[in-house]
């Protein structure tokens, strides 16, 4: 069985947004509806010794996803292949995935009353293409795959590089890893 | 309009659904896009991954094409005012109708005041250019202008004037060094800036030389943080360096250049301890990146808009900085900036312009020809002439002849040198994009004719007599080729015919043309036959343009370098002038002196006790472009208002807290923006975002969309002390300011 994965190179990524907009597009979001921030670490330090990164957030595919656990009506699930979905027609708007999640990747959808979330684009990744925001990221810091899958490139990446997971010590074990500079 | 996510594999499923290979404009990277078609109409969009440029990647301005194509605010049918200028009262008319009537009165205007009497503006990379070229010369009018002066153009002409083309080209494959001077790829150019990363990984060094600590910096070896608008003494510096420490090619400058005695003689007082405080960069600092320039062969020097900006000293900090290429041996080497020359074959945009119909009479009334000779008929005319010779063509003239824009703005106002009365605008927004914005405002307003074709009701639009509806992207077919001056060819098909009444540019010039008895220059009814019939000396096997663009659509010549060893350069001595003869001749110094910043606390101290900071006036930064893509909601939530960074000691002293509106206030004017307090530019310097305007303010005077409220060009300065004398840059960078809190007393409100 496949386990999708995303790896996210922060030395690759310049905080141009274009996968939060792409997102939006794609999933036709409320403009005030974001599924995938990137936000800018610095510059830091004093002018002109500075550093400064992107980090690209979504949702992190959590292995224990918390936000399945704590719902009470079954419309968060996780798929075989690891993606944390929602099935809408069961949802009612609780909010309780909203406050477990401890990446802030639920985003609540006043106008129709639920919570939705980053799936991975399974509809795309069912017909064998990528997320979105993986296939419009002109840099390549965005990369997706199987990590069952021995010969992708995110099987490479999270073997060969050094890369970081958010909020380990949680035990969710997230399936978002970060190669930082 | 009905959405549907497709794929490659699923729209190839559907033959109801056809894919078009279309250009993304928004930039001129003009990336890759499929569009899919269905019933005539685009219901999906997405990078092509098999464009070389983008490999399937878009950024946010591509991804929202839908959302641009059938917007609201979208201008879709002809407009023609009805009430006083300004005023917002507009009645449709068909298209027929306004083109007659504005070929009435251009016939007017030239019988009465001459055929330079009318002058037209054009944007970037929306148009087709030679159309408009072709159209003004068989009117016989020179005054075509862009924001050429300002953008590559200067730095096009003088490199050219020195080594018979511009190196644009850069074999980064196989480089070891890349020099970004002014230049930010992480906001402005994605697909370059993916490359850089590749390239990096391989060992790539990576020197950026920017004010600001940008998305690019972040990334590079070597960040030097100079003072904005102080890149001559920088690049003297390095001259000073390589020459001076003996890292210069000698083999080349023996075999292929003339004055380098001259050269080294003059750069002698140069040095980096002369620099560092002109610069306000560390002498050692200027030391490390001349050394890792020379010293990592082969090297690139990508073009950065900054210095073609950069008013007084523009012209010579790119004179210096051309001539660092020729001295470390640089140029047409595997690895370096290439001198590719035109196509020998595709027919260029120069040639359709039909500059020869142009007579030396008109020629010499181009406004600012007399003082901005090199981007003007004098400087131009040169230099076509020994492109030829040694080429076979010449550089387009849209863009490296145009007329001074504040120059023509200028005459409007005062009718000197002559009178402007008619002034056609297309795909551009003069009052945000030029320098000066209160005078560009007022000839706007003063000017007797105003037709601008617009995709939107802009605040220049706004005053426009008429406003005609334009075809964006996905309705039009687009050729790239690096404005007509490169060797290849990229060809984009249109994925849809123009929506409501809009149309191309070609069709409004041919229009108009065809009014105006010039029926036998113009036998190419729509874009795809001109396009085709540019196309065709190629020798593809197609029977027309949309069929190159579905089996071919890239024309990329085999790489030959080394071509001057076959053809020389194109200058009079046919060597790379280390002593430019061409520049000699047009009056200016065959060597680049020092230039200080346009304003600059040196040579103008009285200017700098009461504005002491120093303002550079900002590049592109995502989402947006230009003054472009603001009433784009699902843009504009990303950055709703515009940002001014200043330092953040620097804020602590002004009593400036994050987020504060603040006023930027220069000689000309002053302008309201958000704080940013941050550490990523000088404590003395001060960076404000280009562009903005207010689409959701009402489209009529007195505001008009609030145009000059954020404006940077509010800032920016046109005086004839401020222009570059050679290129004809007005100042955008490196000026005094001063910056202070919005108070919001009723004074300031009103």
């Known amino acids: 069985m496949a386990r999708y994965v995303i790896v996210l190179d922060t030395r690759r990524c310049i905080g141009c947004h274009s996968c939060t907009v792409a997102c939006k597009i794609n999933k036709d979001l409320p403009v005030d509806m974001i599924y995938n921030p990137v936000t800018i670490v610095g510059p830091s330090g004093v002018f002109p010794n500075l550093h400064m990164t992107h980090i690209p957030l979504l949702c992190m595919q959590c292995d224990n996803p918390p936000c399945v656990d704590c719902c009470p009506t079954g419309a968060s699930q996780q798929r075989d292949d690891g993606i944390v979905w929602v099935d809408e027609d069961k949802c009612v708007g609780c909010k309780a995935c909203v406050m477990s999640c401890p990446y802030g990747a639920r985003v609540p959808n006043p106008a129709k009353g639920i919570v939705q979330k980053c799936d991975f684009c399974m509809d795309r990744v069912e017909l064998g293409e990528e997320p979105f925001c993986v296939k419009t990221c002109h840099q390549r810091a965005r990369i997706f795959g199987d990590l069952e899958n021995p010969t992708s490139e995110v099987y490479k990446l999270v073997n060969s590089e050094h890369v970081l997971r958010l909020l380990p010590e949680l035990g969710t074990e997230p399936h978002a890893f970060y190669i930082m500079d | ?750």
């Open chain 2, 1 to 750: 309009m009905e959405k549907i996510t497709l794929t490659n594999n699923l729209a190839l499923q559907h033959d109801d659904v056809q894919v078009k290979k279309s250009a993304c404009f928004f930039c001129h990277q003009n990336c890759g896009v499929l569009a899919y078609v269905k019933d005539g109409k685009v219901v999906d969009i997405e990078g092509d991954p098999d464009h070389f440029t983008n490999r399937g990647g878009l950024c946010s301005r591509g991804i929202i094409a839908l959302k641009n194509l059938d917007h609201p605010a979208r201008i879709n049918h002809p407009l023609h005012r009805v009430g006083e200028r300004g005023e917002g009262k507009w009645e449709q008319i068909p298209w027929h109708q306004a083109l007659d009537e504005i070929a009435e009165k251009l016939v007017k205007i030239r019988d009465k005041f001459g055929p330079e009497a009318v002058a037209t503006a054009g944007g970037t990379q929306r148009t087709d250019d030679w159309a408009r070229r072709r159209f003004m010369n068989l009117f016989g009018s020179p005054n075509s202008f862009h924001n050429a002066h300002l953008c590559w153009i200067p730095t096009f002409m003088v490199e050219t004037a020195i080594y018979g083309w511009c190196p644009f080209d850069m074999d980064l494959g196989n480089s070891r060094c890349l020099v970004l001077w002014g230049h930010n790829p992480g906001a402005s150019y994605m697909p370059v800036m993916r490359g850089i990363s590749d390239l990096k990984d391989n060992g790539l060094k990576v020197i950026v030389i920017d004010p600001r600590f940008t998305e690019t910096a972040a990334k590079a070896d070597l960040w030097l943080p100079l003072r904005p608008g102080s890149d001559a003494a920088l690049a003297l510096a390095w001259l000073n360096v390589i020459i001076w420490e003996g890292l210069y090619d000698q083999q080349f400058i023996e075999n292929c250049c003339v004055g380098f005695d001259e050269l080294a003689q003059h750069v002698q007082g140069f040095t980096p301890e002369w620099a560092a405080p002109l610069t306000w960069l560390d002498e050692d600092l200027i030391r490390q990146g001349a050394h890792m320039y020379a010293n990592n062969k082969p090297g690139n020097i990508q073009w950065g808009v900054a210095v073609d900006q950069i008013g007084t000293p523009a012209g010579a900090a790119m004179h210096a900085r051309a001539l660092l290429r020729a001295v470390t041996g640089n140029l047409d080497a595997p690895g370096s900036d290439l001198l590719t020359g035109p196509s020998p074959d595709f027919i260029t945009d120069e040639e359709m312009e039909a500059n020869e119909w142009l007579t030396n009479e008109q020629k010499a009334k181009q406004l600012g020809s007399d003082k901005y000779k090199l981007t003007t008929w004098p400087g131009y005319g040169r230099i076509a002439e020994l492109t030829r010779e040694v080429w076979g063509k010449a550089p387009t003239a849209e863009w490296m002849c145009e007329a001074h824009p504040p120059t023509v703005f200028n005459a409007i106002l005062s009718g000197e040198p002559y009178p402007v009365k008619a002034l056609i605008t297309l795909a551009t927004n003069p009052v945000n994009s030029y320098g000066d914005s209160q005078r560009v405002l007022e000839a706007l307003r003063a000017v007797d004719f105003l037709v601008s074709m617009e995709y939107w009701k802009t605040p220049s639009a706004m005053l426009a007599d008429y406003i005609l509806p334009a075809a964006g992207w996905l309705e039009r077919p687009t050729i790239t080729s690096t404005y007509g001056c490169s060797d290849f060819v990229i060809a984009s098909q249109r994925a849809i015919q123009p929506m409501y009444e809009r149309h191309t540019d070609y069709q409004f010039w041919r229009g108009l043309a065809l009014r105006l008895g010039q029926e036998e220059m113009w036998p190419w009814e729509n874009l795809e036959e001109a396009f085709y019939y540019r196309i065709y000396p190629l020798g593809y096997d197609i029977s027309g343009y949309d069929e190159f663009v579905e089996q071919y659509r890239f024309h990329f010549p085999e790489r030959e370098y080394y071509k001057y060893a076959r053809l020389g350069f194109a200058t009079p001595s046919r060597r790379v002038e280390l002593y430019s003869s061409t520049l000699e001749e047009l009056g200016y110094s065959p060597m680049p002196e020092y230039v200080g910043p346009a304003e600059n606390e040196i040579d103008h101290p009285e200017v700098a006790e009461e504005y002491p900071l120093v303002l550079t006036t900002g590049g592109g930064f995502m989402p947006y472009y230009h003054s472009e893509h603001f009433q784009i909601k699902e843009l504009r939530f990303l950055r709703h208002e515009p940002q001014v960074q200043i330092n953040s000691a620097t804020a602590a002293e002004l009593e400036i807290e994050e987020g504060d509106w603040v006023w930027i206030e220069t000689r000309r004017g002053r302008i309201k923006q958000k704080a940013n307090l941050t550490q990523a530019v000088h404590p003395k310097v001060v960076v404000t975002q280009r562009g903005w305007w207010y689409p959701e303010r009402e489209a009529k005077e007195p505001g008009l969309g609030g145009c000059l409220e954020s404006n940077t060009n509010v800032l920016t300065s046109i005086e004839d002390e401020h222009c570059d004398p050679i290129g004809g840059s007005w100042a955008n960078r490196g000026l005094l300011c001063k910056v202070y809190k919005v108070n919001g007393t009723m004074e300031e409100v009103n």
